[in-house]
């Protein structure tokens, strides 16, 4: 497997190429089957009163809350797509929308539908149970007094904000359904910390490497990180995007003083999107050191080989003509003749080492 | 031949230099004669009727269809002029537009014309018969309640739009010809995700070779998908650009309801965009490990060099001393002269080979 | 010389060195003298009549044509200054204007001065005299009904709007001076493609020759087509913006009608970008195979050396082992071993080249 | 430990990693606990009269100064959070901004809330105690007629302009407090020049260090430079469109005649800017010629190997051939065979050298 | 020295340094003392008159030329505060734009302040005396029927100018301050072409020297000349903006016939820009071709070694056999053995060369 990049990509260009030609707003739940069984929960609140359960298909409520109440429904898991259907129904999502939730390779998106905004973003979190990142897409609706999020299985990084709906202290049960919104979207990308820090002391365990071996897995390591990187930038640089289009936004659903609480969103993500840029120069700064770290053990190799060969060729050519069996070769007879040569030899040998010295090569 | 890209880019401009000083508007069919003889095919069609038939060039209804009535007329080949001028004639379209039908090198463009829009872009389908992907233009009219779409030759991705329009169920015979124009897009727009399956596959197929051999013609492949990533990306960026204009056209050849559409073939469109930057970051990790291999490889092979030759260049050295002839040479006479001098190069050979254990060479 | 590129780049800056200080709108010929004489010609034609001749400076008329009638004033050579200046008196143009008629080192650019437009851009065109593609700069001024323009020698891209002059059938007599406008811009931007031809069929060849040799002279010939690409999109680029502020502009100069053509110009100018984009491309990509092809070709060379090398330095090693003049040494004594060492040799050899089958080397 | 800038980044996600979830607004010091306890100091001036003290939490002033007054009060030290939060209710500040004062890794940024402005960017400055640039980030609000500025620890650079205020000579106490606003953002911007300095002088150390030695430690420490860049050029760049929106600023805060002034900050940020992106220019450079001198030192090895082998490797091959033991080998017997093979093998030396010479090896 | 962009960033950051914390306004010359004495000169002229002398500090004009003159005051020498405060009173110029003044080291920048216009720029001209090329930098104030211009020391590109002004003939005389403003203007950008001129003669030595020694001193020079482009850049870029911000100026001061005369020089600062950016493609040909040249060289010595090596080291083992001291060995005893072994050398070394020539390698 080359990376899970290009497995996302390939995932996507699948499932399209699946549904071409299919009329728009056929309901086919195009991803991984994660959850065997689809799962709704309700949460109806105002300021006083909070009533929260697991409901069925059937009992999914059909009438809007009243003024000053908010209700929120979370779907977890999106194969049953008669629970999408009927959703759809009730709350009269554009069938768009509906194939939208469904096709779970979505880049991030805020769409104004005047009645209702749809965001759609990845959402990641740590599963205590797999000790893994798991990456799932959320689509949220946010309507007048209503708020209805998708989710591809269970588990989410929204159980502070449950616990602090149950409280009565806090904002949250006092504002509107735009207030919920916002702390959703809060949860979601604060959450995206976490792969920051995950590829953070990925950096950091290559850097430790890099002394140590240069072998070409590590290059490849270090591919792996890029890619991840080009994989969250690709996530997040849209969800800028969408967030400035909320901020932007004329619409009504969102009030004035939740605008200002988008914002601090919004800088946040600007504060992911530097760090994913800091971390690209970070591992392009790696893979210099990489590359010129393997440079300078091959120039380490070269110089060994120079010296050794450079000292001992002229050596074992003077023992050759030595060794030669020419009748006349006077040198031969001297009795002096072998310790003179030795001796020429060694002055040969440490000319030489002079010189490697005399150019600084070791 | 070198690429596609550039056989393509040869074929621009040879067709322009052949039309060079011509008047505006001169129609020749610039670009390879694909098909033996034209065909025409109507499809007329309103919510309660369809009819369906291949007509010949004087058979081209003179009369725009009725209200409520939507006629879609498709020429496939675009060698015989005759059929391109009679149907500019009926539709009274801009000498400057049948220029461009019959130019198959246009990049995507949208040309809003008041009476009617013409938009222009490649199509990609496979072909079953030939087993390959094929590339051709397309070329559509959208008219009050009229299409004309013309193809270079036979064969295309709407085959299961003709289902559906045979059909009495769904949309499209209900909407009128911005919902067909829609639908020809989209089906044009979901084929692309073909290419981009067959470039993942490639980059796949050259990862896989990256571990066993690297020689220049895998270079030579890998620039291959290169250019052909090259290449798409010069097809489908025009393309957001013209559909982007297609959302902000306050034409009102396009309903209200069907722009909504057309934001969702935008994003596909985004979609096909970031699987092609994502491709060509993948290509350019992949070239980035070529690279490294290939000096990873050198760098093998000088080790073995160097290993083998500084073992044993300092011990031919030696027992190139002991060949020497000197008359004087108390060694020789030894009886343990021999072993010892074994014995010295084999200290020799094992201390060389400490010194590289310890440099980390093996 | 080094290249085109920064001859031309030399041209301009030498001559406005020469000009530092001089007030504006001193008419001093700034380029090479390109022509003997200067010649004047013109066509003054209505949709009925049509006037050609070859005139004197002091013949040039003073009276602007009349109603329904087009005249068009061609200069060829800009060195006789007196008849630049004569035009300027009779047309009233700004003395800028006529200082950058003179220089012939103008980026491509559009000027409105209310009264008439100014453009001046570069024109390419194959001469048959000299077997070559020459290069000079064409100024244009478009007034209410007249055409001016300025080329620095004979010989241009115009015969055949001329021919299409001459007949009465076409547009071309028929409309006004700002259709003969775009006729000469069209024929221009047109013989643009002739180089991108050229530059094609030099890369094609660098592609084949990268197949054989890998010299230095190699790399220059592919910087040679890169510094002319460079010249290129310099020359293209401010086209493009001069061409898109035509198109933009409120002038009453160019008629509504005539606008759709500019655009078909447009198009023509961003296929020339793309075609020279596509061009880079493909010369880097050209220059990554070759650096890719050279440093392989050095893997080779390396290999062979070692693969020589590791073989043969064990067995010479061996060789003076047995060739040392030791007295006792009971090998040598044996009847078996010379054969023995011999047979030893050649089992080191197999081993050494089993090795380097293991490690894929050959 | 990778580098400051990772460091930094860690920092950053640590700290929003353990706030997920919390509601918005909830006060917590996010960053080190640099003092022991916080310091609060006030200027409260007009022209005419300047009371300067240090107070305890009780004693912050609930009332806003009169009409002419101007009042500053100074905050060193985050992390008792009562002063904070007192301070927000005595001022009614949003729970964003204090949330962001307490959140000590904030890109710089300016906010408008209407009743005041809320600035936030680093300042660094050199400690005399501790012989090293600090950094620490400030926190500023501008009200009608009084400022607050918070900082992480005691010492800053604002000694020269609380000198300026005591003085009645000057514009500070004669102007409002948007012009004390302007003169704290003035001395932090100009610090900002210091690490340039050191920036400047760390290149310089590393320019004359490549001259001598190319160790990948060099690597390392160019890498070092060019990662404080990036992290120096992510805290300005932010800084430059912060001043920018307050220069477009419509509010009343700041009067016409200050904003002249902060165009002359803004001047200074665009000066870092460019000082940075020069300094990131030379970097890259020395990297290049790092590389090239690294690659030029191979070179030089690899020619000494070749010229010493290619000279002897020949001469030892002749003293090889009179080695041999042939019972026939006439030369041998010769009385001036061995002289003879001596200039024999001078010859091949002198050849070899000479052809060296002819190739320019050295 | 590492180079002249460094030098001069050093400068800048030296002197913001030792200005940090002091009041807006305060005049301090920063920059090197270039003159002994400043020196002023005044030109006043209308149509008809012309009066031009060297004044003292006390005889500047106090009151402001009647309607139809127009008075020029050139100061050279910046040392000299008094000079510069009395102008600043006289003419009532903004203390933030008299400290720019004395800061020699501002980016060219264009401000306006109503009353009058604030151009800072810098100039370079050939000094005859020191025959180099000499940069300083300019200011001017353009007021109703006034100009000030301040230069840091005697010398400048204006002589061709003032000519101009003493004779009577000529716009210059005739047209008002503005035109006078654009006159300074022209002479100083069109001095820019020197340079590049200067630049375009470094390349082309370097191209030159590039045929013939590859050391690291002509990689160090290629730097050279590129910092120098950076540091133009720098200089030219933001001319563009100030003088495009001149032509969109609503300003009364400039009239709408000297617009046009703008537009000329911001085309020429274009044409500047794109030499430069010519230059810089050019350089970095220039590198590719250096670096490519440095591993051609490499590759060639390489192919020599192992050429050379891989002939005569079978060669040798052949020699080494031969002279092993072996008893038994037949082979010596034949008498045809020597020329056999001989011939057997020959056909090896033979098969070695053929070898190479199939290879290409020579």
Redesign the interface.
């Given at each position: 497997m080359?990376?899970e990049?290009?497995e996302r990509?390939?995932k996507?260009?699948?499932s399209?190429?699946q549904?071409?030609?299919?009329?728009?707003g056929t309901l086919v739940h195009l991803g991984e089957r994660r959850e065997d069984s689809s799962r709704i929960n309700i949460f109806k609140y105002s300021e006083e009163n909070l009533e929260e359960k697991e409901i069925k298909i059937g009992e999914i409520p059909e009438k809007l809350p009243g003024e000053g109440e908010v209700l929120w429904v979370n779907i977890d898991g999106l194969h049953e797509v008669e629970i999408i259907e009927r959703i759809g129904e009730i709350f009269s999502l554009?069938p768009?929308v509906l194939?939208d939730i469904l096709s779970t390779?979505q880049?991030p998106?805020v769409?104004d539908y005047g009645e209702f905004l749809f965001l759609v973003l990845p959402m990641f979190y740590f599963s205590t149970d797999e000790d893994t990142i798991i990456a799932e897409q959320v689509s949220l609706i946010l309507g007048n007094n209503f708020i209805i999020s998708f989710q591809e299985q269970q588990g989410d990084?929204f159980?502070?904000?449950r616990r602090?709906l149950r409280t009565k202290k806090?904002?949250?049960r006092r504002r509107g359904a735009d207030y919920l919104f916002y702390g959703l979207l809060?949860?979601i990308v604060?959450?995206y910390?976490?792969i920051?820090?995950k590829v953070?002391e990925d950096?950091?365990a290559i850097?430790d490497l890099l002394l140590e071996?240069t072998?070409?897995g590590l290059?490849?390591e270090i591919?792996r990180v890029?890619?991840e990187m080009?994989f969250l930038r690709?996530s997040v640089w849209p969800l800028r995007e969408a967030i400035a289009k909320l901020e932007r936004r004329e619409t009504t659903l969102i009030s004035e003083s939740t605008l200002?609480?988008l914002?601090?969103v919004y800088?946040?993500v600007?504060?992911i999107i530097?760090?994913v840029e800091?971390?690209r120069?970070?591992i392009s700064?790696i893979?210099?050191?990489y590359?010129?770290?393997?440079?300078?053990?091959?120039?380490?190799?070269?110089?060994?080989?120079?010296i050794?060969?450079?000292i001992?060729?002229?050596?074992?050519?003077v023992?050759?003509?030595?060794?030669?069996?020419?009748?006349?070769?006077p040198?031969?007879?001297?009795?002096w003749?072998?310790p003179l040569?030795?001796l020429v030899m060694g002055l040969i040998a440490l000319g030489m080492i002079l010189f490697f010295r005399r150019?600084?090569?070791f």
């Open positions: 080359l990376c990049g290009c990509m390939k996507i260009i699948k399209r190429t549904k071409a030609g299919l009329p728009p554009h768009l194939e390779d880049r998106k769409e990084v159980s502070e904000l602090r806090g904002l949250l809060d949860s604060d959450a910390f976490l920051l820090e953070g950096i950091e850097d071996k072998d070409s290059l490849r591919h890029k890619r080009i690709r200002i609480y914002r601090d800088d946040h600007i504060q530097e760090a800091t971390s120069d970070l700064g893979m210099d050191i590359l010129s770290t393997v440079s300078n053990r091959m120039n380490e190799v070269m110089k060994v080989l120079t050794i060969a450079t001992f060729i002229p050596l074992t050519f023992a050759g003509i030595y060794g030669m069996n020419f009748v006349f070769m040198e031969l007879e001297w009795s003749g072998y040569v030795l150019k600084r090569w």
